[in-house]
């Protein structure tokens, strides 16, 4: 796929050859735009500079399919899940994180990050069984939301009576509340919050089985990669680990001392922050980042 400011190009993976190019679509220098990796692929890409509209499209039949009025404010970000079932969607508000059906356009769910401030959403990620969707800002706080209701084989007959009296009062009291305040009332909270040790660079994030566990990945533009574990109970998730990537460039070609050839031998090029040289990566430790952002 080759993304222009004003048209969307289908290429051929093999040959490259341009199958199909959608014209006139709406500006979009931030690169909004997303592929689903299914068999029966969809693209979703801004309907509207001023709006946040969602414009679907069949990439298999080459044709459109429906419109989503995702938000009201124009787009910040777009998701699909792996299946392609389900797409996310973020606006630049950045207060409310949605969800839809992707072919019948139904919203499925609705999240709210905030309402204090507005801020710049940056990635939005599903878990590879569609049941978590996680969201990265320009803040430190890292959201993961719980789509479904995953039974927990510990609790799930835990507090069972009390969580229909919850159910019961939530129905009663959103039936007399205006319709702006039931949205507000029915929108669901963060499952899981992580927080970054610094702020101020973009990022992309994923959710990621490793070791038959969830793990949440930030990559950061300045090179770090944070790993969290996601908890069955939710909650404030504890960094586990924290990457410096670096790239290695060959050495110039000049008269040195000898030993240096020594000590570039015996490192990395991967050092810490207090300067000491790191353990080299697992490559089973980092699954490769689908679905990231550019």
Same mark, same amino acid.
């Given at each position: 796929?080759?993304?222009?400011? %004003?048209? +969307?190009?289908?290429?051929?993976?093999?040959?490259?050859?341009?199958?199909?190019?959608?014209?006139?679509?709406?500006? &979009?220098? !931030?690169?909004? #735009?997303?592929?689903?990796? %299914?068999?029966?692929?969809?693209?979703?890409?801004?309907?509207?500079? &001023? *709006?946040?509209?969602?414009?679907?499209?069949?990439?298999?039949?080459? *044709?459109?399919? !429906?419109?989503?009025? /995702?938000?009201?404010?124009?787009?910040?970000?777009?998701?699909?899940?792996?299946?392609?079932?389900?797409? @996310?969607? @973020?606006?630049?508000?950045?207060? #409310?994180?949605?969800?839809?059906?992707?072919?019948?356009?139904?919203?499925?769910?609705?999240?709210?990050?905030?309402?204090?401030?507005?801020?710049?959403?940056?990635?939005?990620?599903?878990?590879?069984?569609?049941?978590?969707?996680?969201?990265?800002? =320009?803040?430190?706080?890292?959201?993961?939301?719980?789509?479904?209701?995953?039974?927990?084989?510990? =609790?799930?007959?835990?507090?069972?009576?009390?969580?229909?009296?919850?159910?019961?009062?939530?129905?009663?009291?959103?039936?007399?509340?205006?319709?702006?305040?039931?949205?507000?009332?029915?929108?669901?909270?963060?499952?899981? %919050?992580?927080?970054?040790?610094? +702020?101020?660079?973009? *990022?992309? +994030?994923?959710?990621?089985?490793?070791?038959?566990?969830?793990?949440?990945?930030? #990559?950061?533009?300045?090179?770090?990669?944070?790993?969290?574990?996601?908890?069955?109970?939710?909650?404030?998730?504890?960094?586990?680990?924290?990457?410096?990537?670096?790239?290695?460039?060959?050495? /110039?070609?000049? /008269?040195?001392?000898?030993?240096? &050839?020594?000590? =570039?031998?015996?490192?990395?090029?991967?050092?810490?922050?207090?300067?000491?040289?790191?353990?080299?990566?697992?490559?089973?430790?980092?699954?490769?980042? *689908?679905?990231?952002?550019?």
């Amino acid at each position: 796929m080759n993304l222009c400011k %004003t048209k +969307v190009s289908f290429i051929e993976a093999d040959i490259f050859p341009v199958i199909h190019t959608i014209r006139d679509t709406p500006s &979009n220098t !931030n690169g909004i #735009v997303d592929l689903s990796s %299914t068999v029966n692929s969809f693209l979703a890409y801004p309907g509207s500079i &001023n *709006n946040g509209h969602v414009q679907l499209f069949d990439v298999t039949r080459l *044709n459109s399919m !429906n419109t989503i009025s /995702a938000h009201t404010s124009p787009l910040a970000a777009l998701r699909f899940s792996y299946d392609g079932k389900k797409l @996310a969607t @973020a606006s630049t508000r950045g207060t #409310v994180i949605r969800v839809f059906d992707t072919e019948s356009g139904d919203r499925l769910y609705e999240f709210t990050r905030g309402v204090k401030r507005f801020v710049s959403i940056y990635s939005l990620a599903f878990s590879i069984d569609g049941n978590y969707l996680c969201s990265s800002s =320009n803040t430190e706080t890292v959201h993961v939301f719980r789509l479904e209701a995953t039974a927990d084989p510990i =609790n799930e007959n835990e507090d069972e009576e009390e969580q229909g009296w919850v159910d019961y009062l939530s129905k009663q009291a959103s039936s007399y509340l205006p319709a702006q305040m039931n949205d507000l009332w029915l929108r669901g909270k963060s499952f899981a %919050t992580a927080r970054l040790p610094s +702020v101020g660079k973009r *990022n992309a +994030v994923a959710l990621s089985v490793m070791n038959g566990k969830l793990h949440l990945l930030v #990559v950061t533009t300045d090179g770090f990669v944070y790993i969290y574990p996601v908890e069955a109970e939710g909650g404030e998730l504890t960094l586990l680990r924290q990457h410096k990537v670096t790239i290695k460039h060959a050495p /110039a070609i000049h /008269a040195h001392d000898p030993s240096e &050839n020594q000590s =570039n031998e015996d490192n990395d090029g991967t050092r810490s922050e207090e300067g000491q040289t790191a353990d080299r990566h697992i490559t089973d430790d980092f699954p490769p980042l *689908n679905h990231s952002t550019t």
